[in-house]
Every structure is written in structure tokens, then in C-alpha cells.
């Protein structure tokens, strides 16, 4: 399947939310990156006009310490013998989505055992469902449409502070959309810039300190309205410069399940890939600059058999 239902013809879900599961196949690994053809892959490298490329990648390091607390800083060190010509070097400590990211489908369920298209916690911790490696076999590659949500906003004049929890609700995706005069296609990455990143990186230390384990960020409303919008944009994945995509922090009450915590629902029911802390200020400004919004983007998550995330490894092409 290539095309979808609108998120109102899917079959609820038994605590809330609709699921996306088994629409393709009982034994999918992918979920919406199935949507990234060879077609629609070969189109969007179509737009490729001036071979500009961007790192979508923040340094390696640059959360310290890391936001959530179980998470921690990677430890470099560089191997190198007195006297000879060679430098090799080794990482320890090292957390794959303590920065630039992607979450499989592995990361979050909809509900304990309860994965992305019925697996089961076993079937993750073997590595045999849902796991990173799957999206590495098969390619992640697209046309990215940024919405900037930052600019959007103080164009319009509505408040907005980068390092606050500013929900964003489907008007203000939608102002962004406009903004850069762009239609949603099956396939997509939506690439949410909302300042954050840009944001950290400026903080005194005192500042990254209290954000360890108590994170404040901008993102997606915890709605059921903004579920609906991105299943409906039949977007492959959504990638954002933020701790989470959505707003944080969460609510992980019972009571809020499963909007509360978006990732029940992205993750778990509709299986759609989430990018989080990509580095995406350079790419806004020279969106800003020329005035184009599209570009082809091309990611290579780590081939880790059983691995829950990766290093994004992505760049955007224009």
C-alpha cells in the first residue's frame, strides 16, 4: 500500500487514538516509511537545483549533559602511538538518540507489550521487530518541506519564545505550510524548525544543567487534532530541532493516554518515523533567503540489528 485511509476511516484503537496497524502487512517493521518508493524517491532528487547541501546533524557532544537523565554525553578519545603516523580513535558512553536522532519503532509502544503493528516487547528485545535496522536496510530518502514554525510565528506577531513549552497546534503548522507555499505529498519528511536547537547552544552552562532531566521545549500539541493533521498528510516522517517533536514536558498520566505522550500514538498506531534535535537553523535561513521550502533529504540510520535509535545522519540537497 502507497496511498492511505484518512486518519477518520482507521479503526480506533482500543484506549484511544485510530491505529494504522497491519495496513501493510501483518508483519510490517517499516510503518510509513513504506510511503518512500522508488518513485517518489527519484522525483524529489528532482529538486536538486544548486547542490547545496546542509548537515542536519548537531556535533557530537553538543547536549551535554544530556536532557533526559537517563541518557548520557559521549566520551571521545583519540588513540594515537608517540612517534607514528597513525590516529585512530574510540567512543564510549555512547547514547544514540542523546542528540541529532531518529526513534524506531521499537522506542515507544501504544501500551506496555503493545508495539507498532502488534509487537510484543519479546519480539523488541530479541531485535526481530521494529528495530532501527530495518529502516536502515531499506533507505530513508524523500522530499523534506520545512515548516518554520519560528518565523511563521513572529511574522504573524504572535509571541513565541524558543526555549518555552509553546504548544503548537494544527494553526500554527498550517501558517508555517502557507508561509512557504507548499503542498504535503505521500511520502514526505516534514521538517519542523521551531528555534530550539539554535536556542540551546547559545545557554550558559547553569542553563543546560537544569534542563538535565527537566526539559522545557517547544513542540506539537499534545492533540488528538494534530495526530489526525499528520496522519493526513500522509507524511512518511516529521524531524524537528526539538527534545521530543512534541511540546514538553509531557503528561504521562493514565488519564491523558495516549495524547498526553504523542509518542503512543506516532510511534505506537501510526508507525511514522520521528527525527528529534536535527540541527536546522542554516537550512531555515537559506529557506528564508530563496524562498524555496522543498529539498531532497537523504538519511543513513546506523545498520544496528536490534538497535532502538540512531545518529540521524541526515543532510538536506537543494
Not at 521538517?191 to 534542563?211: C, I, M, N, S
Not at 521530543?244 to 505506537?268: C, K, M, N, Q, T
Amino acid at each position: 500500500m502507497t496511498e492511505l485511509p484518512s486518519y477518520a476511516d482507521l479503526p480506533p484503537a482500543p484506549y484511544g487514538g485510530r491505529s494504522a496497524w497491519g495496513l501493510f502487512g501483518a508483519q510490517d517493521n517499516l510503518g510509513l516509511v513504506n510511503l518512500m518508493t522508488p518513485e517518489r524517491i527519484a522525483a524529489a532528487a528532482r529538486l536538486v537545483r544548486r547542490g547545496q547541501v546542509f548537515c542536519l546533524d548537531m556535533p557530537l557532544g553538543s547536549i551535554s549533559p544530556a536532557l533526559a537523565t537517563f541518557r548520557g554525553a559521549p566520551r571521545h578519545h583519540v588513540l594515537h602511538q608517540p612517534g607514528t603516523a597513525g590516529f585512530d580513535d574510540v567512543y564510549d558512553n555512547f547514547y544514540p538518540q542523546a542528540s541529532s536522532q531518529w526513534d524506531s519503532l521499537a522506542h515507544y509502544g501504544y501500551a506496555p507489550d503493545q508495539l507498532y503493528n502488534g509487537a510484543t516487547e519479546a519480539e523488541v528485545l530479541a531485535g526481530t521487530r521494529n528495530t532501527i535496522d530495518h529502516w536502515a536496510r531499506h533507505g530513508l530518502a524523500g522530499r523534506g518541506v520545512l515548516l518554520d514554525v519560528e518565523r511563521a510565528r513572529r511574522a504573524a506577531g504572535r509571541p513565541y519564545d524558543p526555549g518555552g513549552p509553546v504548544a503548537l497546534g494544527v494553526e500554527d503548522l498550517e501558517l508555517a505550510r502557507r508561509q512557504a507555499g507548499v503542498e504535503y505529498a505521500p511520502g514526505d519528511v516534514i521538517v519542523l524548525h521551531t528555534g530550539f536547537a539554535a536556542w540551546y547552544v547559545e545557554q550558559p552552562d547553569q542553563v543546560k544543567h537544569r534542563l538535565h532531566g527537566n526539559v522545557i521545549s517547544p513542540g506539537l500539541a499534545h492533540t488528538e487534532a494534530i495526530c489526525e493533521y499528520l496522519w493526513n498528510s500522509h507524511a512518511a516522517a516529521i524531524a524537528a530541532d526539538n527534545f521530543a517533536v512534541e511540546v514538553f514536558p509531557a503528561d504521562r498520566s493514565p488519564a491523558a493516554h495516549p495524547f498526553g505522550f504523542l509518542h503512543h500514538v506516532l510511534i505506537g498506531l501510526f508507525g511514522l518515523a520521528l527525527g528529534e534535535l536535527w540541527w536546522l537553523s542554516d537550512l531555515a535561513r537559506d529557506c528564508a533567503a530563496d524562498g524555496v521550502y522543498e529539498m531532497f533529504l537523504v538519511s543513513a540510520p546506523l545498520n544496528a540489528p536490534g538497535g532502538i535509535g540512531s545518529p540521524a545522519n541526515a543532510v538536506a540537497i537543494k
